[in-house]
T-cell receptor
Framework: EAGVTQSPTHLIKTRGQQATLRCSPISGHTSVYWYQQALGLGLQFLLWYDEGEERNRGNFPPRFSGRQFPNYSSELNVNALELEDSALYLC???????????????FGPGTRLLVL | DAKTTQPTSMDCAEGRAANLPCNHSTISGNEYVYWYRQIHSQGPQYIIHGLKNNETNEMASLIITEDRKSSTLILPHATLRDTAVYYCIVRAGSGGGADGLTFGKGTHLIIQP
């Protein structure tokens, strides 16, 4: 069974540009979670999607947004990039159970974003 | 979510059992203990979770004290590939909160050859 996949693996952008990161969940999983891991810091929760809807978001500015498609894949968009957005962005998936947040999550390898 | 305390780092010899402790003295009755690990530059990997009974799977065993104020993750025969940061997370079960998993600083486990 294929795990969570993310693309691209690496992304280099300059300040002010927009970045789009993609995630494909494990087959059959309907929930997708996004996390940011900046260098030397812990994972910070960004967004949670389930059944195509945003269920919750972490303490990040509105320029971090995303969506979930009908096939449950997801996209994270970061607008007006700042230097401090440089980080490893991780996507995780889980089976959706009546729209409840699942603590058992399966993570992808991440996209490493570098903002110059 | 209950706060957890883990040692910053630990060493273990290859082939020996690695015992990783976690203190969670403020845990509530409905909160589970979850363990994840993150190998360098990879995404976190779910290991195991439990409520009050000891649990075992193909990766590890989880021992939770009777008062549930602490737990130990046991990797029975550590290999070099088990070198990683191990995170202990305490949360209520499904639906207990929608604000994402909180990964603290974890324990950096180094397996020595």
């Amino acid at each position: 069974e294929a795990g969570v996949t993310q693309s691209p693996t690496h992304l280099i952008k300059t300040r002010g540009q927009q970045a789009t990161l993609r995630c494909s969940p494990i087959s059959g999983h309907t929930s997708v979670y996004w996390y940011q891991q900046a260098l030397g810091l812990g994972l910070q929760f960004l967004l949670w999607y389930d059944e195509g809807e945003e269920r919750n978001r972490g303490n990040f500015p509105p320029r971090f947004s995303g969506r979930q498609f009908p096939n449950y894949s997801s996209e994270l968009n970061v607008n007006a990039l700042e230097l401090e957005d440089s980080a490893l962005y991780l996507c995780a998936s889980s089976p959706g159970l009546a729209g409840a947040f699942q603590e058992t999550q399966y993570f992808g390898p991440g996209t490493r974003l570098l903002v110059l | 979510d209950a706060k957890t305390t883990q040692p910053t780092s630990m060493d273990c010899a290859e082939g020996r059992a690695a015992n990783l402790p976690c203190n969670h003295s403020t845990i509530s009755g409905n909160e589970y203990v979850y363990w994840y690990r993150q190998i360098h530059s990879q995404g976190p990997q779910y290991i195991i979770h439990g409520l009050k009974n000891n649990e075992t799977n193909e990766m590890a065993s989880l021992i939770i004290t009777e008062d549930r104020k602490s737990s130990t993750l046991i990797l029975p025969h550590a290999t070099l590939r088990d070198t990683a940061v191990y995170y202990c997370i305490v949360r209520a079960g499904s639906g207990g909160g929608a604000d994402g998993l909180t990964f603290g600083k974890g324990t950096h486990l180094i397996i020595q050859p």
